[in-house]
């Protein structure tokens, strides 16, 4: 299910306030088909009340006998395509891969020594964040820059992400299989390949990722046990622990009392740690970034904003009509 309910619904009617943009809590359940790809089944979209309006609330399905409701369902599925690359960019890519990354750099280069090992290993992952978050914040995601102007949240984009940081982000659940098990995409199993059982066998990010992610486990577990052979070099390591006690109290100073933090004491603590901080910066960045325009470079495949409201919302007699005699205009 993509659910987009909780985190929206309350940005609906601050939205519809702004000009060319329009909004809508959905969620979509999709059909886990024979040949193991996703099919949609169901969408519906909710407004809340507003005003002296009512809430309004409509499920849309594919399974119409007529072509007014097959318009409606694409019209649907595009609303809540622009639901999903809003997510994409603005938690998925900006937040998830870039903007949480930055207190990890911070401290990197404030605690850790050129010449510590952790410094060391960080260091490539970690080098251009804040020279391209830099830029992000002069060109993307600046006042009336690209992303308020062409996303549908419009001024209220950097708001959602920082609610969504609130809400959702957690550092124990950034590592691929947390991840994917959190999303209920996997489940663990001591006989499967990774250690998982995937929800869907085709699936390219899962499969792909879970490679890369062993190949940095791996390699940050040698590099670490070679240099940390015992759990007492780690604790006893000042600049260490200044690290991450600065990621926590002053990086993430507003989660900094949250259970799910790891304490730094083993060798698996700091493997743990690196493993995860090595995957967001690079593989999991890389599959957020260089993505998007193979899905997002044909505007009506992943419309970043949608500007109408659906046609069964409070419609006028001409309204109706105009959609019924000329959908593909509606939907354009």
Known sequence: MLDYHDLYLPYVSKVRELKNTTLYGSRTLFFLTKQGTLKPLVIELTRPIIGDKPQWKQIFTPAASDSTNLWLWRLAKTHVLAHDIGYHELINHWLRTHCVVEPFVIATNRQLSTMHPIYKLLHPHLRYTLEINSLAREILISANGVIEDTFFPKKYSMELSSVAYDKLWQFDLQGLPNDLINRGMAVEDSNAQHGLKLAI????????????????????????????????????????????????????????????????????????????????????????????????????????????????????????????????????
């Open 201 to 332: 066998e085709d699936y390219p990010f899962a499969n792909d990722g879970l490679l890369i992610w062993d190949a940095i486990k791996q390699w940050v577990t040698d590099y670490v046990n070679h240099y940390y052979p015992s759990p007492s070099i780690i604790e006893s390591d000042q600049e260490l622990q200044a690290w991450w006690t600065e990621v926590r109290t002053k990086g993430h100073s507003d989660k900094s009392e949250e259970p799910w933090w790891p304490n730094l004491k083993t060798q698996k603590d700091l493997v743990d740690i690196i493993t995860t901080i090595a995957w967001i910066a690079s593989a999991h960045h890389s599959a957020t970034n260089f993505a998007q325009y193979a899905y997002g470079g044909y505007f009506p495949n992943r419309p970043t904003i949608a500007r109408n409201n659906m046609p069964t919302e409070d419609p006028t007699k001409e309204e109706w009509e105009k959609f019924v005699n000329k959908p593909e205009q509606t939907l354009l």
